[in-house]
Nanobody, 114 residues
Framework: VQVVESGGGLVQPGGSLRLSCVGT????????MGWYRQAPGLSRELVAS???????NYKDSVDGRFTIIRDRAKNALYLQMDDLKPEDTAVYYC?????????WGQGTQVTVSS
């Protein structure tokens, strides 16, 4: 099983990015999935999750700005990030809500700066 994250980059405050996570070797839609992030010097944190029944949940600081989306046909997970703030700068990862260590990939870097 492998998950590959992409879509990060440098964006100005107030901008948007859409992150992608594509799974190979296993169907992602049988898991409760989440997007995590880790900023320098801080622990990795869960910022958004989606259950197998499409229930979504967000960290308070991103609620209303981020949207987690599941595409079962593409075996993919997305994170639409709008109104980005400098404090959103981090490496973003996808994994199951109860993380599977072997699934941690390289992540994708998001940098919000003017």
């Amino acid at each position: 099983v492998q998950v590959v994250e992409s879509g990060g980059g440098l964006v100005q405050p107030g901008g948007s990015l859409r992150l992608s996570c594509v799974g190979t070797g296993y169907a992602l839609d049988i898991f409760d999935m989440g997007w995590y992030r880790q900023a320098p010097g801080l622990s990795r944190e869960l910022v958004a999750s989606i259950s197998t029944s499409a229930y979504t949940n967000y960290k308070d600081s991103v609620d209303g700005r981020f949207t987690i989306i599941r595409d079962r046909a593409k075996n993919a997970l997305y994170l639409q990030m709008d109104d980005l703030k400098p404090e959103d700068t981090a490496v973003y990862y996808c994994n199951t809500v109860t993380p599977i260590n072997a699934w941690w990939g390289q992540g994708t870097q998001v940098t919000v700066s003017s």
